[in-house]
C-alpha cells in the first residue's frame, strides 16, 4: 500500500533516478546540431561542384575545422542517446541488452574518434 501524494510520487526522477538527465542530453545535443547541421549543409552545397583541393582548402580553415569536429561530437553523442533510448525500451533479454548497449558505444566511439582523427589530419596538413 503507497501512502504517497501524488505530488509526492511525481517529484522523483523516475524509478532509476536519472531520466530527465538523458532526456535534456539529448535535447540539448539535438539543438546543437542544429546550426551545425545548416552550416555544414550550407558548405557543402558551395563546394558541390568545387574540385579535390578548394574542398581541402576549406577544411584547412580553422573555424570550418573546429566546427566539424564540434559537429561530429554532438552527432555520435545524440545518436548513441537515441540508440541507448531504443534499445533499452525494446530489448528484454538482459544480457543482449547489455552486449548492444557496449555494441553500440563501441560504435559511436570509433566512428567518432575515426573522423576526428581525419579532419585534424587533413587540417594539420598530414
Known amino acids: ?9 511525481a517529484r522523483g526522477l523516475g524509478s532509476a533516478r536519472c531520466g530527465t538527465d538523458h532526456w535534456l542530453a539529448q535535447r540539448i545535443s539535438a539543438l546543437a546540431l542544429i546550426p ?3 552550416w555544414f549543409t550550407a558548405s557543402m ?5 568545387a574540385d579535390y583541393v578548394s574542398v581541402l582548402n576549406w577544411l584547412h580553415s580553422p573555424i570550418n ?14 545518436a548513441y542517446l ?21 555494441s553500440v558505444r563501441f560504435a559511436c ?13 587533413i587540417a594539420f596538413g598530414g
Do not use: C
Open 1 to 9: 500500500m503507497n501512502f504517497r501524494t501524488p505530488l509526492g510520487r
Open 36 to 38: 551545425l547541421v545548416l
Open 45 to 49: 552545397m558551395f563546394y558541390m561542384r
Open 65 to 78: 575545422a573546429v566546427l566539424l569536429v564540434l559537429m561530429l561530437t554532438a552527432l555520435f553523442y545524440h
Open 82 to 102: 537515441g540508440l541507448q533510448m531504443v534499445l533499452e525500451d525494446y530489448i528484454h533479454n538482459e544480457w543482449v541488452k547489455v552486449s548492444a548497449l557496449l
Open 109 to 121: 566511439i570509433s566512428l567518432a574518434a575515426a573522423g576526428i582523427f581525419s579532419v585534424l589530419r
